[in-house]
């Protein structure tokens, strides 16, 4: 599986300006890293690289400075077979058949401080109920990653507002994500860091279980590990 747009770009990417002859394509200022964004790796790009490497697609929707009915979108864009707008407009950019995109990411590290369109955990959950909704409205098939932050704080208030909307967690979303980068300068250091990783992996399981037991639930979301690294600390400089 490979997810795209990747990181803090893409809380203040819109998926329009990636649409359409690259010539034609907005070239933006990029907030996140300070740079100009030319926009000439689109949906299309993206997933005729899905095509050439054999995986699976995971898209993450821009609900930092983006909108739910932006996300939704996206959704028709990619999944839709109707005789509608969106569908359409990928049918004129030259794919008739649908792209049948499985996974959708709801924003990327909302948490943070640092991200564009940055939300508390309470925020962020009425944001990304509202995408869910109409995201599996368009295409009830899609699988949702909802944005946790390796804080059981934050992933409790998230996970449980979803849960007591009054809509089955599975009907909203199917994973909640973990992110973890870890670099140490020693070689004994660095090879112990995996064992971080299970603690992360451990406490959002207990919060995701002590949910599933209040909400007398059957079924559970999953754990989405949608961004890992290891580096050396110099190399973060």
């Known amino acids: 599986i490979l997810r795209w747009p990747g990181g803090n770009f ?25 740079t100009v964004e030319s926009n000439r790796f689109g949906t299309h790009e993206f997933m ?6 054999e995986a699976d697609a995971c898209i993450c929707v821009n609900l930092g400075l983006g909108a739910p009915e932006e996300a939704a979108a996206w959704v028709e864009y990619c999944n839709s077979t109707t005789d509608t707008y969106w569908a359409n407009l990928r049918r004129k950019n030259g794919r008739d058949k649908p792209f049948k995109v499985k996974y959708w990411g709801l924003g990327n590290e909302i948490y943070g ?4 369109g940055h ?13 869910a909704k109409m995201m599996k409205c368009v ?10 932050a390796n804080n059981p704080d934050w992933d409790r208030v998230v996970l449980e507002s979803l849960w007591s909307y009054g809509i089955y967690h599975r009907d909203t979303l199917d994973y909640i994500s973990l992110h973890r980068y870890d670099g140490d300068d020693s070689y004994y250091g660095l090879l112990a860091a995996p064992r971080a990783m299970e603690r992360d992996l451990q406490e959002l399981e207990g919060v995701i279980i002590s949910l599933q037991k209040k909400f007398n639930s059957q079924d559970r979301p999953a754990i989405s590990v949608d961004e890992w690294n290891v580096w050396r600390s110099e190399e973060r400089r």
């Open 10 to 34: 893409v809380s203040g990417y819109h998926w329009t300006d990636g649409l359409g002859p690259k010539e034609n394509r907005p070239k933006k200022r990029e907030l996140a890293w300070d």
């Open 119 to 131: 939300k508390n955990a309470e925020d962020y959950a009425k944001v990304a109920f509202e995408a």
């Open 48 to 53: 005729e690289l899905i095509r050439r490497i």
């Open 113 to 116: 401080k640092w991200q564009l």
């Open 139 to 148: 295409d009830p098939e899609i699988k949702l990653i909802a944005c946790g």
